[in-house]
């Protein structure tokens, strides 16, 4: 098979498209951003890459905590309105219903399924970007998106979910069918 270079390019992909939210100057404030990545469960880990210049790294930079609110499809033209405009212009904290965050008071958004609380740990700046190492302090789940499992509760699936994807094809995707299930389908591989 012949590889084709396209170049230094992150090319990582799916994307999961999220809303990071602040306070800047004691305003709530909601960017569209697709440089989110687990970083470790145990402890709980995130990190997120914003542009140094963003009205949301400021509030960041300030407050030293932000949320990731995970919107569904049908809150796409808002998701993408988010990274269209910045919040030096518009109230985009006006958009959305909010709740604050019980051990920060970080802005987080009613209709997201999933948000995380975080709290910074570490910023470095490479070139224009700004990355941030945070500690997720809380995750809250709308109700209905909660499954009881074994006496467990537990997140529901991702088709109920039904998140943002987004690739470097600059196109936003929904999720599809689940193929298998963790540390089991590599069983068929094992020698021993
Ligand atoms: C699909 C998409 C993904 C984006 N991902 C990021 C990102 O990961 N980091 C970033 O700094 N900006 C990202 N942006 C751009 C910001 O969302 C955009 O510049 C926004 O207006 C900044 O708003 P603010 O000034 O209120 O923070 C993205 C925009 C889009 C449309």
């Given at each position: 098979?012949?590889?084709v270079?396209l170049?230094a390019?992150?090319l990582v992909?799916?994307?999961?498209?999220?809303l990071?939210g602040?306070?800047?100057?004691?305003v709530?404030?909601?960017?569209?951003?697709?440089?989110?990545?687990v970083?470790?469960?145990?402890?709980?880990?995130?990190t997120?890459?914003?542009?140094?210049?963003?009205?949301?790294t400021k509030?960041?930079?300030?407050?030293?905590v932000f949320?990731?609110?995970?919107?569904?499809t049908?809150?796409?033209?808002l998701?993408?309105?988010?990274?269209?405009?910045?919040?030096?212009?518009?109230?985009?904290g006006a958009l959305f219903?909010?709740?604050q965050g019980?051990?920060?008071?970080?802005?987080?958004?009613?209709d997201c399924p999933?948000?995380l609380e975080?709290?910074?740990l570490?910023?470095?700046?490479i070139k224009?970007?700004?990355?941030?190492?945070?500690?997720?302090?809380?995750?809250?789940v709308s109700?209905?998106?909660?499954?009881?499992i074994?006496g467990?509760k537990?997140?529901?699936?991702?088709?109920?979910?039904?998140?943002?994807?987004?690739?470097?094809d600059?196109?936003y995707?929904?999720?599809?069918?689940?193929?298998?299930?963790?540390?089991r389908?590599g069983?068929?591989?094992?020698?021993?």
């Amino acid at each position: 098979m012949s590889k084709v270079k396209l170049g230094a390019v992150p090319l990582v992909y799916p994307i999961p498209i999220v809303l990071v939210g602040t306070n800047v100057d004691g305003v709530a404030n909601f960017t569209e951003v697709g440089d989110c990545a687990v970083m470790g469960i145990q402890p709980a880990l995130v990190t997120i890459s914003l542009s140094a210049t963003h009205h949301t790294t400021k509030g960041i930079d300030n407050t030293r905590v932000f949320s990731v609110n995970f919107p569904s499809t049908q809150m796409l033209s808002l998701a993408d309105y988010c990274g269209m405009v910045s919040g030096c212009d518009v109230d985009k904290g006006a958009l959305f219903a909010t709740f604050q965050g019980e051990h920060t008071q970080v802005p987080l958004i009613e209709d997201c399924p999933v948000g995380l609380e975080c709290r910074v740990l570490e910023v470095t700046q490479i070139k224009h970007r700004r990355l941030f190492i945070a500690e997720v302090v809380e995750c809250y789940v709308s109700d209905q998106f909660v499954v009881t499992i074994d006496g467990k509760k537990q997140i529901a699936d991702l088709i109920q979910l039904d998140p943002i994807i987004y690739a470097l094809d600059n196109r936003y995707y929904g999720i599809g069918s689940p193929i298998g299930v963790g540390y089991r389908e590599g069983t068929c591989h094992k020698t021993s």
